[in-house]
């Protein structure tokens, strides 16, 4: 039963994690490498808060998505001036930058020690086991992220996303500013993303640097691009695909060092077969752009 609900929670946070970056992916083709890094601000937010300044967890998760769009303007303003491969090359390197500060930050993020002793969640009103009440927590915010994702993409903001995909200029031509739009939507992202990771740390109760770096960010677009981009259900299926994926490794039997591998490698392949048997994704209707 604990087991169950583990893969539930990493589910639901995963889920939640490529439902945000798929605003950007799916729904306003801005291919970003740096989610993992708004995950970790989130993370290491509701950590530092809780642990060095004795907040409650929810005080910790208001905060660290209001720093993650605060820093989101900082990069998206002169990045999103970039197009296509050079805009994707600015995310690659504010996510290496942020790596950076986890790790050696050491005054406050402990460095490579991590930081440890993060209370976990607990839902106000809930007698439950705490794993309960943390796999409740994780599949509320899933269905809170999904439902905001829903409401903004068929709303007149979604259709001016859509309409920055398929063709900006012709945007542009008819008096939007699309700087706006996307600004605002990274930012609306990153605060998600960063939901999520204060989620992770209240979960895991111990973050460190090595949960935030540019392979994880790579497993993100992973989950978006296998599950669908752009569509209502793909970035919860592809990312409940590859959280469920390792899980079924173990029952396997392999050294840790051989499963490790052989992960990485199955994802490779489930990638390279979505894109070239199933562009749309397991539940897309749309190939990536």
Same mark, same amino acid.
């Given at each position: 039963m604990e087991y169950a609900l583990h893969i539930v929670v990493l589910a639901g946070i995963f889920s939640a994690? /490529?439902?945000?970056?798929?605003?950007?992916? $799916?729904?306003?083709?801005?291919? %970003?490498?740096?989610?993992?890094?708004?995950?970790?601000?989130?993370?290491?937010? &509701?950590? @530092?808060? =809780?642990? +060095?300044?004795? +907040?409650?967890? @929810?005080?910790?998760?208001?905060?660290?998505?209001?720093?993650?769009? &605060?820093? /989101?303007?900082?990069? /998206?303003?002169?990045?999103?001036? *970039?197009?296509?491969?050079?805009?994707? *090359?600015?995310?690659?390197?504010?996510?290496?930058?942020?790596?950076? #500060?986890?790790?050696?930050? =050491? $005054?406050? =993020?402990?460095? %490579?020690l991590g930081i440890s002793g993060i209370p976990s969640l607990a839902l106000p009103g809930n007698r439950g086991p705490a794993s309960l009440g943390i796999t409740m927590a994780s599949v509320l915010m899933a269905l809170f992220v999904w439902s905001l994702s829903r409401r903004i993409s068929r709303d007149a903001f979604g259709r001016v996303?859509? $309409? #920055?995909?398929?063709?900006?200029?012709?945007?542009?031509?008819?008096?939007?500013?699309?700087?706006?739009?996307?600004?605002? @939507?990274?930012?609306?992202? %990153?605060?998600?993303?960063?939901?999520? $990771? &204060? *989620?992770?740390?209240?979960?895991?109760?111990?973050?460190?640097? =090595? &949960?935030f770096t540019v392979m994880d960010s790579l497993l993100i677009i992973s989950m978006v691009i296998i599950g669908g981009a752009g569509s209502t259900y793909g970035p919860i299926a592809g990312a409940t695909c590859l959280v469920v994926i390792p899980e079924v490794l173990r029952f396997v039997g392999l050294p840790g060092a051989i499963a490790a591998n052989v992960r990485q490698i199955l994802y490779g392949l489930l990638l390279v077969l979505t894109v070239v048997m199933r562009p749309a994704g397991m539940v897309g209707t749309r190939p990536l752009q």
């Open positions: 994690l /490529s439902i945000s970056l798929d605003l950007l992916v $799916g729904h306003s083709g801005l291919l %970003s490498l740096a989610q993992a890094a708004f995950f970790g601000i989130g993370a290491y937010a &509701s950590a @530092i808060i =809780t642990t +060095q300044a004795g +907040q409650p967890p @929810i005080a910790a998760m208001l905060v660290g998505m209001a720093v993650s769009a &605060s820093i /989101s303007l900082l990069v /998206s303003l002169p990045s999103l001036r *970039l197009r296509d491969d050079y805009f994707v *090359l600015a995310t690659f390197a504010f996510q290496m930058i942020a790596f950076s #500060i986890f790790n050696n930050w =050491t $005054g406050l =993020t402990k460095g %490579s996303l859509h $309409g #920055i995909r398929e063709d900006e200029v012709f945007v542009k031509s008819l008096g939007k500013n699309t700087m706006y739009f996307k600004v605002v @939507i990274f930012a609306f992202s %990153s605060a998600l993303a960063a939901l999520a $990771g &204060s *989620l992770y740390a209240h979960y895991i109760t111990y973050v460190d640097p =090595t &949960s």
